[in-house]
Nanobody
Framework: QVQLVESGGGLVQAGGSLRLSCAAS????????MGWFRQAPGKARDFVAS????????NYADSVKGRFTISRDNAKNTVYLQMNSLKPEDTAVYYC??????????????WGQGTQVTVSS
């Protein structure tokens, strides 16, 4: 079955950086667009970024534009989220998503278990 496994979360000070990884298995990874979403405590799950199957087209939430970069390595079946200039409001559980496109979480068929990112002020 399809598995998406996130890693790379942790605790970082404001202004710092983290790189999240999502390793995919059980699907032909290079066929699928991928996305990252996040959910803060008590809030809905929000779109962060997406990338098309070839990696040539990306889309970002306004709140992360210029700070976050999504990329993928189809040879490694992995999608990344490089997060720079982190802010306390970026604190959330970050989820990898696949098999969909766009900014709605309902459009994605596959989900990882999430990785916690905490940004201290």
């Amino acid at each position: 079955q399809v598995q998406l496994v996130e890693s790379g979360g942790g605790l970082v000070q404001a202004g710092g950086s983290l790189r999240l990884s999502c390793a995919a298995s059980g699907l032909t990874f290079s066929w699928y667009p991928m996305g990252w979403f996040r959910q803060a405590p008590g809030k809905a799950r929000d779109f962060v970024a997406s990338i098309n199957s070839s990696g040539t087209n990306t889309n970002y939430a306004d709140s992360v534009k210029g700070r976050f970069t999504i990329s993928r390595d189809n040879a490694k079946n992995t999608v990344y989220l490089q997060m720079n200039s982190l802010k306390p409001e970026d604190t959330a559980v970050y989820y990898c998503a696949g098999g969909g496109w766009g900014t709605r979480d309902s459009a994605y068929a596959y989900w990882g278990q999430g990785t916690q990112v905490t940004v201290s002020s």
